[in-house]
Nanobody, 128 residues
Framework: QVQLVESGGGSVQAGGSLRLSCAAS????????MGWFRQAPGKEREGVAV???????SNADSVKGRFTISKANAENTLYLQMNSLKPEDSAMYYC??????????????????????WGQGTQVTVSS
């Protein structure tokens, strides 16, 4: 019933920018947690940034100051603005969501297993 569709990925050179979008449908919960996760080949999926229904956000240390998560409630769209991209940012980026609050922001980015809904992913490749 809940569907998440990512878009906006692509190939850029180091230092460039990309803006990822996640279109959500069938997601009507008043209290929720949504976020962006990424996974590179041979590595575990990791949290990038999350935002709750009140607008509070948390970013992974590796992207602080470079990435910004935001949402447009009326359009049911989640965004991830990525600036100053580095080769190590290359990965498949996924949009995720779950019911309820995000919980402690220091913990939620590590709780991949707690998110019930996932998009198909959009590839981001950063060349040096």
């Amino acid at each position: 019933q809940v569907q998440l569709v990512e878009s906006g990925g692509g190939s850029v050179q180091a230092g460039g920018s990309l803006r990822l979008s996640c279109a959500a449908s069938g997601y009507t919960y008043s209290t929720y947690c949504m976020g962006w996760f990424r996974q590179a080949p041979g590595k575990e999926r990791e949290g990038v940034a999350v935002i709750d229904s009140d607008g509070y956000t948390s970013n992974a240390d590796s992207v602080k100051g470079r990435f910004t998560i935001s949402k447009a409630n009326a359009e049911n769209t989640l965004y991830l603005q990525m600036n100053s991209l580095k080769p190590e940012d290359s990965a498949m980026y996924y949009c995720a969501a779950r019911r309820g609050t995000c919980g402690p922001m220091s913990w939620v980015l590590t709780s991949v297993q707690s998110f019930a809904y996932w998009g198909q992913g959009t590839q981001v490749t950063v060349s040096s």
